[in-house]
């Protein structure tokens, strides 16, 4: 028989419940109203599927035979390079799944001290500390560097992580226009009496395959008495001669810049990982304060052997990055000719400019037929209007591959009325 005090407390949790389902009715509502506008829109980013291996030739869901791959990040195609693989299965073996830890309580293994090493290494930097991500380097690194006595100066451009990261910290925000050095040095002198002041730029921006101007942005910093950070993502590995980045194609030596962030999850093997490489009193103090670092879990051991031994391979040998920009020259020179527009400088980002961003989904899904996986970028990752099929080029690539998909793109273009 219920009591009295059973019945009170039925009657209460209905009510909650009830409560709660008009909450989640109406959460649902508004959930749906924001699908179906990005929907309507045009700008709805589907995922395909793929049920193999990252590599050139990949199996997807839906599509009959190898499919050939033109849009990862995979820029030296080592993300299946069966060295990498048996370094990540063996690490799995001695090392463990994962650490269940963060690094100061008990998640730190001489593999992830030799990681950060070797990628001091690379960089010709004092001392590296690892991330979950290279998102986490960036929301990690503006908070414990900056004050709200200091100023920092980000492109419009940059990568969401790093406007996420910098809407962390406290100092004083300008953002100047993309690559436009007037504005920067206007905004600079603007905040001359601030301690401390940071140029934060992406060395290569992801969109658009173009490159920050650093020897400017350089000069700048030594006018102003600031400190550059670059974030790497797209160009560690593969860019510059040896695939030192945006300081070495600009033939500056590796200390220009004074802190570097970058990331494990593309061109160094692909799978997860960031860093933050630069002084060792900055690594020191990151390792102190830096949140993603305190609160949030050690890198796996298998994810960390596979970039172990990406380094290793890299710093061994750079015939790799001679691969990607052979191949970039070619994929962008024979598009040229072809007719089509291709931003950016020579890079192996190659954004082919369509405009509308039905167009280039429908071109993406053309491609696909002809057994070539490429996307279309529009709103919100691009702005409205610039819509775009993002090409990116790996060293693993061959010539007939790049060739096939040139024809694939020539061949489309035609039918949709974009190239004559
Ligand atoms: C310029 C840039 N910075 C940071 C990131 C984040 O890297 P991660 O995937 O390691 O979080 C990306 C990834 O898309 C990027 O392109």
Excluded at 96 to 118: D, P, Y
Excluded at 158 to 164: E, G, K, L, P, T
Excluded at 285 to 300: D, E, I, K, M, T
Excluded at 381 to 391: E, Q, S
Aim: aromatic share 8%; hydrophobic share 40%; charged share 20%.
């Amino acid at each position: 028989m219920a009591t009295k005090f059973s019945r009170l407390a039925c009657g209460n949790l209905g009510g909650a419940l009830s409560r709660q389902r008009h909450a989640q009715a109406e959460c649902r509502t508004l959930l749906a109203e924001q699908l179906d506008a990005i929907r309507a829109a045009g700008t709805w980013k589907s995922e395909r599927i793929i049920t193999s291996k990252q590599a050139v030739g990949i199996d997807v869901q839906g599509s009959k035979g190898k499919i050939l791959n033109f849009c990862a990040n995979n820029y030296l195609g080592l993300s299946s390079h069966p060295e990498v693989i048996a370094a990540g299965k063996a690490a799995l073996d001695e090392y463990g799944a994962g650490l269940s830890s963060v690094r100061f309580i008990c998640g730190t293994q001489v593999i992830h001290k030799e990681l950060e090493a070797r990628i001091s290494e690379f960089h010709g930097r004092e001392d590296t500390i690892l991330y979950a991500s290279c998102f986490d380097a960036n929301a990690g690194l503006f908070e414990v560097l900056l004050s709200p006595d200091d100023a920092v100066f980000s492109d419009e451009l940059n990568h969401a992580s790093i406007i996420d990261g910098i809407r962390l910290c406290k100092a004083k925000k300008f953002r100047y226009k993309h690559r436009d050095m007037q504005d920067l040095d206007q905004k600079l002198t603007e905040a001359q009496s601030c301690r401390t002041r940071l140029i934060v730029t992406d060395g290569v921006f992801s969109m658009d395959g173009n490159v920050a101007p650093l020897p400017q942005i350089c000069e700048l910093a030594d006018k102003h008495n600031a400190l550059v950070f670059v974030d790497e993502c797209h160009a560690t590995g593969f860019f510059g001669k040896t695939g030192r980045g945006t300081e070495e194609f600009f033939g500056f030596p590796n200390t220009r810049v004074d802190i570097i962030n970058s990331t494990l999850g593309k061109a160094l093997g692909g799978a997860a990982g960031g860093y933050t490489t630069g002084s060792k009193e900055l690594v020191a103090l990151l390792r102190q304060r830096a949140r993603p670092y305190l609160f949030s879990n050690s890198l796996p051991p298998p994810v960390v052997a596979c970039a172990n031994k990406v380094m290793e391979l890299l710093l061994k040998d750079s015939s790799l990055v001679r691969d990607v920009q052979a191949n970039t020259s070619r994929f962008r020179t024979s598009m040229t000719d072809a007719g089509f527009i291709i931003a950016g400088d020579d890079h192996p980002i190659c954004p082919v400019m369509l405009g509308d961003a039905r167009l280039a989904a429908q071109f993406a899904d053309l491609m696909l037929e002809r057994g070539i996986y490429v996307v279309g970028f529009s709103y919100p990752v691009v702005p409205v209007g610039k819509a775009r099929i993002r090409v990116q080029i790996s060293a693993a690539h061959t010539t007939d591959d790049i060739d096939r998909t040139v024809a694939a793109f020539t061949a489309v273009g035609r039918q949709l009325g974009v190239i004559d």
